[in-house]
């Protein structure tokens, strides 16, 4: 057998790691987890192992997969904190992990929300191990370590999975004894290995938020995205090896795009000139953005209840969310916070009472040991805060420079329009506000745009039209 340690590797520096994550959306995925051990070709010389805050919610099949839950990460570290720390333990170092352009994508997701360019190259242990071991029946972590006899402990945790894939990428440096295999698999950095028209392309796009057009040299919108970043997105666009990108990366020509400053106003934006414009791209968004929504009823008893059900046009909403998943998770925030029945808000069938009762957390609706009255206060509270049928309200956020504001007016719940407002004038009155709106179309999807900003995001202030008053 070889002798992992006499071996000569053409690297000198690994960051051997793996990352757990809350799932949810591409791209807006946060952190749980992550492991880092640096590897020198002979053994580990630093490690990096801790529980990260993502400061969004995990999704439950992951919370039953890895056994990372909410209450787990809320004392943890943000990913700000231990930033620095990933930089020095990955300084210099080719990223291995198993899948490494999932772990890469995450990590160049979270620091690019912190404004710094985290771009590496990667090695692959799946696409080194077909190479190195082929015809194994599975490459996954879990089957492809129990088929070598490598024991991994605490699987879909990130200190057990990267301990493992140590192991791994030690038995795969053996098996490659001239090691131009490893040499070959490693991924340079994704920008560089782009074409002079892709590379021109990305120099020229600016790194703030809007939305951006991809034109054929006709002049033609092929594609229209959003972004916080728009040249980082045009990076992975043009990185991605996925079919769609691919035609895309071979008939943009052009990329033109419009600052927004606010996150908002750009899925709203995008939207739109989605809907009017059709690129040929854009297939999936130009169906609805949402397929379910929040109903509320009154039961014959005279309670006030929740119903998480398929998106209607005909029936009055709460709100909306993009998928079933999505509104589950946010109707037992909901019900946490507006100590709300898990009975009466779909949450837990049962005939007697529900589940938060049992400790305590429930006042007793299920049971009819609160009445109708009191417990109609809380739910009545949570519809007259969320419920968007009768907003009226001017949304403030950051500008397109410093010393820019922008305002999206709904009113009537209605979406009428945005506009921007320079600081230096200081307009304090809605109805002037009001007057340098551009109008924009109202629907469904605008609609369900701003719900869902504004449940998972904070803006500078919201200007309640009714009352006046500064929320």
Known sequence: MDNVNTIKTPFLNYAILDIETTGGKYNEEGIT?????????????????????????????????????????????????????????????????????????????????????????????????????PGKESYSLGKLCRSLGIPISDRHRAQGDAMATVTLFKM????????????????????????????????????DTGVYYMHRADGSIIYIGKSKNIRKRLIQHFTSD??????????????????????????????????????????????????????????????????????????????????????????????????????????????????????????????GKESPGSYNERATQFLDEHSYANKHMLIIDHGRDIDERSVVLIENGKYIGFGFFNLNYQINNPEVLKSIITPMQDNRDSQHIIQTYLRKNKVLKIINLATHKVD
């Not at 779909?346 to 299920?366: D, N, P, R, V």
Request: glycine content about 4%; overall charge positive; hydrophobic content about 35%.
């Open 242 to 367: 996925n079919r769609k990108s691919k035609k895309m990366q071979l008939e943009v020509s052009e990329v033109t795009y419009e600052k927004t400053g606010s996150e908002l106003i750009a899925l709203l934006k995008e939207s739109e000139e989605i809907k009017r414009n059709k690129p040929l791209f854009n297939r999936a968004l130009r169906r609805s953005l949402f397929t379910y929504q929040l109903s509320s009823f009154t039961d014959d008893l005279g309670y006030l209840n929740l119903k998480i059900e398929k998106a209607d046009s005909r029936k009055k909403a709460v709100t909306t969310f993009s998928n079933f998943q999505q509104a589950k998770s946010s109707l037992y925030r909901i019900t946490e916070k507006y100590q709300l029945c898990q009975k009466l808000t779909g949450l837990y069938e049962t005939k007697t009472s529900c589940f938060l009762h049992s400790i305590k957390e429930c006042h007793g609706a299920c049971i």
């Open 33 to 133: 987890e992550i492991a880092i051990y640096r590897f020198d070709g002979h053994g580990i010389v630093d490690q990096f192992c801790s529980l990260i805050n993502p400061e969004r919610s995990i999704q439950p099949f992951v919370v039953n997969l890895t056994g990372i839950n909410n209450e787990m990460l809320r004392n943890a570290p943000k990913f700000y904190e231990v930033a620095k720390r990933i930089i020095e333990i990955t300084e210099n170092a080719i990223v291995v992990a198993h899948n490494a352009q999932f772990d890469h994508r995450i990590l160049a997701t979270e620091f690019d929300r912190l404004g710094y360019e985290f771009e590496k190259d990667t090695l692959c242990t799946v696409e080194l191990a077909k190479k190195l071991i």
């Open 172 to 207: 795969l440096l053996a098996r490659d004894t001239t090691k131009e295999i490893v040499t070959q698999t490693v991924r340079k950095d994704p920008k560089r290995q782009l074409e002079p028209k892709l590379l021109e392309l990305i120099d020229k796009a600016p790194t």
